[in-house]
């Protein structure tokens, strides 16, 4: 079995990277981030986890705090324990600080959009509406694809024009390389704030990978990676935009 790191080209300037990607995901509603008072550290992570709120949550105050910032951490942990008494959650549903929530919101530059597979931002992947479907018909698992409330610059909106249908994709696959735990990562049990370990082998620990075609390893939400069978769906002809790493 081979795997490959999935990412965009290796463009020669971040102008022409934005060219290429003329496209944004904002966050609908985010978890704030905490300030501990165990370690004393601010800290906030990056995981896409675009859980839909239910209707009540939209409704009561809660959707107010649901935005980019930091809270004292016994007002980070009422947040949390108030947002899954609303949700129905369990709870020991686990939520991370920075968490995004909700519906992704996809800001276009331009309508007539290059490609059909695109990264805004690291680890975010979005994928044309043809590029879905081929994901779809080869069975491919690790992933859910989220169609997106679409955003458009005033001057764009004026001037009318077929949006087209992209979808991102949010990567729920997981795995781990040899030698990385998560005890490991830990730094503050009372907030969970992690540190990414440092790679000390490519190599991925089979035993601890959930079988997805899409994945992310030792917990980190921002590299994006696919086997053999998704590559040569990504690498069929008529999809570019994109660079393949193979793990060694």
Not at 6 to 22: A, G, I, T, V
Not at 55 to 64: C, P, Q, W
Not at 101 to 125: A, C, M, Q, S, Y
Not at 130 to 143: I, M, P, S, Y
Request: one cysteine or more; hydrophobic letters at 35%; glycine letters at 8%.
């Amino acid at each position: 079995m081979h795997y490959f790191r999935l990412c965009p080209p290796l463009y020669e300037s971040d102008l022409q990277r934005s060219r290429q990607n003329p496209l944004e995901v904002i966050d609908e509603f985010s978890i704030p981030g905490i300030k501990c008072d165990s370690c004393g550290q601010i800290w906030a992570g990056s995981r896409k986890l675009y859980l839909p709120l239910a209707e009540a949550v939209r409704k009561s105050g809660l959707a107010k705090q649901l935005r980019p910032g930091v809270l004292q951490d016994s007002d980070w942990h009422r947040l949390i324990e108030d947002l899954r008494a609303v949700m129905g959650l369990p709870e020991d549903y686990q939520f991370w600080p920075g968490d995004a929530l909700g519906r992704p919101i996809l800001k276009l530059n331009r309508i007539d959009v290059p490609h059909d597979v695109l990264f805004p931002w690291t680890g975010e992947v979005v994928v044309s509406e043809r590029v879905l479907n081929l994901l779809r018909e080869a069975d491919l698992k690790g992933f859910i694809a989220i169609e997106p409330s679409v955003r458009l610059p005033k001057k764009l909106e004026l001037e009318g024009g077929t949006i087209p249908r992209l979808f991102v994709l949010r990567v729920v696959g997981h795995g781990w390389r040899e030698g990385s735990n998560l005890e490991d990562m830990v730094v503050c049990k009372r907030c969970g704030r992690r540190k990414h370990p440092p790679k000390i082998s490519s190599r991925i620990d089979v035993s601890r990978w959930d079988g997805s075609d899409f994945f992310n390893l030792d917990l980190n939400p921002n590299e994006v990676y696919v086997t053999d069978k998704a590559r040569e769906v990504l690498a069929s002809p008529g999809t570019n935009n994109i660079r393949l790493e193979e793990l060694c």
